[in-house]
C-alpha cells in the first residue's frame, strides 16, 4: 500500500467486532469504501477452533458456544448469515462439595436445604444479591422480555446504591461479604459454576447486571456446524463479499490528524511500514493492543483505558485413546485436580476409541498451566500455527489432571494435546471486567466517538469490543459495544467533517 491509499472507514481489528461492523456498514451504506486491518494472519479474535485426531475432532481454545437468551445480537448475526447450529445442553457442572452447615447462618442454612441437589452456590450467590438490591430491581417478576428491562438495567448500573454508597464504586465481594457469611461468600466464590470471576474483584453494579440476565436463561446453547470457527468463516466470506478489503499480518503502530480533519496511520505489514488515509478511523480491540496506541490517543481516552481489568485465560485440551468417560458426560467441576472445569466429547462413530476433554483454566489455574510449554509461540499459538503441541511437561499435567478429575492411578492414553493462552501477547486476556469505581457507561459514551485534535472538530475515532460494554466475556458485548459505534457515526461517513456533522455528537 502507498500514501495514496485511502478509505471512508478504517477498522482495526478483525475480531468478531470487526468483522460485525464492516458487514453492518456495508449494508446500510453500500458506497462506503471500508477496510479491515488484522495484525494476525487470520481474522477471528478469539476464537481458535483447532482439528484434532485427522478432523474427527474440533477442540475450541476460546469462545465455546452461544446462549441465545443472553445474546440476542449475536443469535441474530448467526441467523442472518444462515449459520447451521447445534444445540448444546450441558454448560459448567454443579459442585458436589457442600457448604459447613455450622458457619452458615439460619438463613443461608435454609437456602442451603432449598437447593439441595442443585447448584447451592447459585443459590447462595442469589440469596445475597437479593439483599443487595433489595427493592431497587424486581427479581420475582423479572424476564428477559419485560418491557423497558434494558433502559431500566442501564439506570440499575449508575444509579443503584448499597449501604449508602453508589454500588458501581463498590467491588462484587466486597458487597457480598456485607450480606453474606464468610463460609457463603467463599463457597460461592470458589464453588460457582456460574461465569467465572472469582479471583477478581469485579464493579458489583456491571457484574450484577450480567448475572441479572444469567439467571434467567432458559433456551439451550448452540455451537455452529464445523465449530466456532465456521462462524468466523462464514463471516469473513459475507464481508469480502460485501466489497470491504480485508488485510491480515498488518499491525497499527500510531496514528494523527491531518490538516484536513482525516487520519494518517502507521502501519506495519512483513517488517515494512505501510501508510494510508483514512476519514473513520474504528479500533475495534482488547485493552492490551489498545494501551500500546495511548500515544495516539487524547487524554481523556487513555484514562479510560484502565477502566478494565484484564481476566487471563488458558485452555489445554487432549485427545485420549479409550477415554475415561461415556457419550454426554457431564462437565467436570475441577474439584481434586488443578483446573477449574472440564468438558470431554466422544467420537460420535467410535464413542469407546477417541474422546477429547477440554480443561478451562481461570485465575489461579492459569498460571499453572500457562508455564507448561517452553517452545517458542507456544502459550498462543494462534490459527495460523497449530495448537497441537509435543511438549512433554504438558502432557504429564493432561495425565495428572485426568487421573484427578477421575480418581484413578492408571495412565491414560493420549494421542494428540496442545494449549492456548489468552494471555499472552497481543491479547493480554481471556476476557475483561469493570473495575470498582469506574462509572462503565461514561467510559463507553467516551470511548464510542472522539475527536484526536484540539480544534473542535467532529470524532473521528471509535472504540469498541468486549473489553468495555456492557456485556462483557461473551459476543454479545462485543456487538452491542459495535452498535455504539454504528449510533455514533454520521448517517453519511464520507461526509466532511464540518458543522452539522459535529453537532450530531
Known amino acids: 500500500m502507498s500514501m495514496q491509499t485511502s478509505s471512508d472507514i478504517c477498522i482495526i481489528g478483525g475480531g468478531i467486532t470487526g468483522l460485525y461492523l464492516a458487514l453492518q456498514l456495508k449494508r446500510r451504506q453500500p458506497e462506503l469504501r471500508i477496510e479491515l486491518f488484522e495484525a494476525l494472519e487470520a481474522v477471528g479474535g478469539r476464537v481458535q477452533t483447532e482439528p484434532m485426531l485427522d478432523g474427527e475432532f474440533r477442540a475450541e481454545f476460546g469462545a465455546v458456544r452461544i446462549e ?4 440476542p445480537l449475536m443469535d441474530d448475526f448467526v441467523r442472518q448469515l444462515g449459520l447451521a447450529v447445534t444445540p448444546i445442553t450441558s454448560h459448567e457442572a454443579c459442585s458436589a462439595i457442600r457448604p459447613d452447615n455450622a458457619r452458615l447462618t439460619p438463613a443461608e442454612r435454609a437456602v442451603v436445604q432449598q437447593a439441595a441437589g442443585g447448584d447451592v452456590a447459585w443459590a447462595l450467590l442469589w440469596h445475597g444479591i437479593a439483599q443487595v438490591l433489595g427493592d431497587q430491581w424486581p427479581l420475582a417478576a423479572d424476564r428477559l422480555d419485560r418491557p423497558g428491562r434494558a433502559a431500566d438495567k442501564a439506570r440499575l448500573r449508575r444509579l443503584a446504591q448499597f449501604g449508602g454508597c453508589p454500588l458501581y464504586r463498590q467491588g462484587m465481594w466486597n458487597v457480598l461479604a ?33 448475572l441479572l440476565d444469567m439467571r434467567l436463561m432458559q433456551r439451550p446453547s448452540y455451537i455452529p456446524h464445523g465449530g466456532m470457527q465456521a462462524l468466523i468463516d ?29 487520519l494518517d496511520l502507521q502501519l506495519r505489514h512483513a517488517g515494512a511500514p505501510v501508510a494510508l488515509r483514512t476519514r473513520r478511523l474504528i479500533l475495534a480491540l482488547p485493552r492490551s493492543p489498545l ?11 487513555q484514562a479510560c483505558l ?8 488458558v ?4 485427545v485420549m485413546a479409550d ?5 454426554g458426560a457431564a462437565p467436570g467441576s475441577g474439584e481434586g485436580a488443578t483446573t477449574r472445569a472440564a468438558h470431554f466429547e466422544s467420537h460420535p462413530d467410535k464413542p469407546e476409541a477417541y474422546g477429547l476433554a477440554m480443561f478451562y483454566n481461570d485465575d489461579p489455574w492459569c498460571h499453572y498451566w500457562a508455564n507448561l510449554s517452553d517452545a517458542p509461540g507456544a502459550r498462543f499459538p494462534h490459527k495460523d500455527r497449530p495448537v497441537r503441541s509435543g511438549d512433554p511437561r504438558l502432557r504429564q499435567a493432561l495425565v495428572r489432571t485426568l487421573q484427578q478429575t477421575f480418581g484413578r492411578d492408571d495412565e491414560p492414553h493420549l494421542l494428540e494435546w496442545g494449549l492456548c493462552d489468552w494471555s499472552a501477547a497481543p491479547f493480554g486476556a481471556g476476557v475483561h471486567f469493570w473495575k470498582p469505581g469506574r462509572d462503565s457507561e461514561q467510559v463507553m459514551q467516551t470511548l464510542a466517538a ?24 461473551f459476543f454479545e458485548g462485543a456487538l452491542r459495544s459495535a452498535q455504539r459505534v454504528l449510533q455514533a457515526l454520521p448517517a453519511a461517513a464520507t461526509s466532511s467533517h464540518q458543522g452539522s456533522d459535529h453537532e450530531r455528537h
Open 450 to 473: 472522539f475527536a484526536i485534535g484540539q480544534d473542535g472538530r467532529a470524532p473521528q475515532v471509535h472504540i469498541c469490543g468486549e473489553a468495555y460494554s456492557d456485556f462483557q466475556g
Open 68 to 71: 441465545p437468551d443472553l445474546q
Open 291 to 301: 494501551e500500546s496506541l495511548a500515544p495516539s490517543l487524547p487524554a481523556p481516552v
Open 323 to 327: 477415554p475415561w468417560w461415556a457419550p
Open 315 to 318: 485452555w489445554a485440551s487432549c
Open 178 to 210: 456485607e450480606v453474606l457469611s464468610h463460609e457463603a461468600v467463599e463457597f460461592t466464590r470458589e464453588k460457582g459454576a456460574f461465569y467465572n470471576f472469582k479471583n477478581q474483584n469485579p464493579n458489583a453494579a456491571d457484574w450484577i447486571c450480567q
Open 306 to 313: 484502565d477502566a478494565v481489568l484484564c481476566f487471563p485465560i
Open 234 to 262: 462464514v463471516a469473513e466470506q459475507a464481508v469480502r463479499a460485501a466489497g470491504v478489503g480485508i488485510h491480515v499480518g498488518h499491525q497499527l503502530l500510531a496514528f494523527g490528524e491531518r490538516a484536513d480533519g482525516e
